[in-house]
């Protein structure tokens, strides 16, 4: 088995579903940051302070992940944590919005939602990068591309098909958008889990058992029985007579 294939269509899952998860969040975030009076710009300010911030914590997820398949002999915790927190804060996200629209009593609220929008880019960082680190332990360095370029497709039509339906899922609404998205990373992560996730393709495979049915070699003639040789000198008689002159 050079690749497989199981766990690798159940990384391609949660590619997909993060490609879902950026695709809602993309076409709220403007319209949730106006809605709570702030400036058009700021969407991209959020935006850029999310990937500065994220920078810095996938090295360190990275790091943690690899502690936690030195001491418990997994990633997954890792990934679980960030899956988890990711759901959460994606569903805090309209729930925060809906509680700001509700009118001026509840205006100390309006500095949270940038603030939950860079928590939820960085939760998302927190497990992007154990999930890809998978892939090297499901394919051969061979077929490793392979594997690589299913997941890119995968979360490419992810997201190609998150934008062609952007109508419907901006007619949805943010509640039922942000929840649709937050199950599908639930989801995901579930299948992840379902498919052993630890398990690693076998790379340097034992040969196999032969035949009881395969007879031997039989020993070639040409080749001198060494131990007769040595037995002949032991009793004094040379194994080759030289010729007579």
């Not at 920078?55 to 944590?81: H, K, M, N, T, Y």
């Not at 370029?149 to 934008?163: D, K, N, P, V």
């Not at 998205?181 to 058992?209: C, K």
Request: positive net charge; proline residues 9%.
């Amino acid at each position: 088995v050079k690749v497989l294939w199981l766990q690798v269509c159940a990384l391609a899952g949660v590619q997909a579903s993060i490609g879902v998860a950026w695709v809602i969040y993309n076409l709220y975030l403007a319209n949730l940051l106006q809605g709570f009076g702030f400036a058009p710009g700021a969407a991209t300010m959020v935006v850029l302070l999310a990937n500065l911030l994220a920078a810095v914590v996938e090295p360190i997820a990275g790091g943690l992940a690899d502690l936690s398949q030195r001491w418990l002999g997994s990633r997954f915790p890792v990934i679980a944590v960030g899956v988890v927190l990711s759901s959460a804060l994606f569903v805090l996200i309209p729930l925060l919005w809906l509680l700001g629209s509700w009118g001026q009593e509840v205006t100390w609220l309006r500095p949270g939602l940038p603030l939950i929008l860079v928590l939820w880019a960085l939760a998302m960082s927190l497990f992007r990068g154990p999930v890809l680190s998978l892939l090297g332990n499901y394919a051969l360095n061979r077929r490793l591309p392979q594997a690589a370029s299913f997941l890119t497709l995968t979360e490419g039509f992810a997201r190609g098909w998150g934008f062609v339906a952007s109508g419907w899922i901006l007619g949805l609404g943010p509640v039922f958008a942000f929840g649709i998205g937050s199950t599908v990373l639930l989801i995901g992560a579930i299948v992840l889990l379902l498919s052993d996730p630890d398990v690693q393709v076998e790379r340097n495979p034992r040969p196999a058992p032969p035949s009881p049915l395969i007879l031997p070699k039989p020993p070639d003639p040409q080749v001198p029985d060494l131990l007769t040789q040595q037995h002949r000198r032991l009793r004094g008689s040379p194994g080759r007579h030289s010729p007579r002159a």
